[in-house]
T-cell receptor, first 111, second 115 residues
């Protein structure tokens, strides 16, 4: 049974560019949440998708957007990248209301 | 504003002894608390949780204690094993449906169990 998978593993971008990160949820899960983990910090909630709609959002600017597909996989898009967007981006999936299971993350470096 | 705090960035314990990891929170509306363990290059792995209506939950070597009046919880690992060496995150949820709610995480405590 495959767990949560994310791609790519690592990514390097320059300021002002746009990036798309991908997440496939654990088999049977229908909800995907995205978190940003800056160096030395705990994960911070970005948003959550359920039934292809954003149902919750944390305190992140509109440069952060997402999408969920009919097969429950999800994308996180970040526009106009800033140096401060460098972080580990974690995807978590769940089958409501059970708890969240995390993927290994995508390490984004913005130069 | 950090609503969940883990004030000890690191902890070292001898194999076989007890490890105690602490967590404090500020929001009295938190309804459910979780502990996650994270190894390098892996995502956080769910370990154990506790509802705010309980003060203790046990699962094998792992026990979580909740003191609501002090807004404090702790994770006890007995006996500690070298494989327990990881970063431990405390997290809180505003509802019992932790899959539906965003989780508020602490900054983590790096546990090193010395053989």
């Amino acid at each position: 049974d495959a767990g949560v998978t994310q791609s790519p593993t690592h990514l390097i971008k320059t300021r002002g560019q746009q990036v798309t990160l991908r997440c496939s949820p654990k088999s049977g899960h229908d909800t995907v949440s995205w978190y940003q983990q800056a160096l030395g910090q705990g994960p911070q909630f970005i948003f959550q998708y359920y039934e292809e709609e954003e149902r919750q959002r944390g305190n992140f600017p509109d440069r952060f957007s997402g999408h969920q597909f009919p097969n429950y996989s999800s994308e996180l898009n970040v526009n106009a990248l800033l140096l401060g967007d460098s972080a580990l981006y974690l995807c978590a999936s769940s089958l409501l209301p059970d708890t969240q299971y995390f993927g290994p993350g995508t390490r984004l470096t913005v130069l | 504003d950090q609503q969940v705090k883990q004030n000890s960035p690191s902890l070292s314990v001898q194999e076989g002894r007890i490890s105690i990891l602490n967590c404090d929170y500020t929001n009295s509306m938190f309804d459910y608390f979780l502990w996650y363990k994270k190894y390098p290059a892996e995502g956080p792995t769910f370990l154990i949780s506790i509802s705010s209506i309980k003060d203790k939950n046990e699962d094998g070597r792992f026990t979580v204690f909740l003191n609501k009046s002090a807004k404090h919880l702790s994770l006890h690992i007995v006996p500690s094993q070298p494989g327990d060496s990881a970063v431990y995150f405390c997290a809180a949820s505003l509802g019992s449906q932790t899959g539906a709610n965003n989780l508020f995480f602490g900054t983590g405590t790096r546990l090193t169990v010395i053989p």
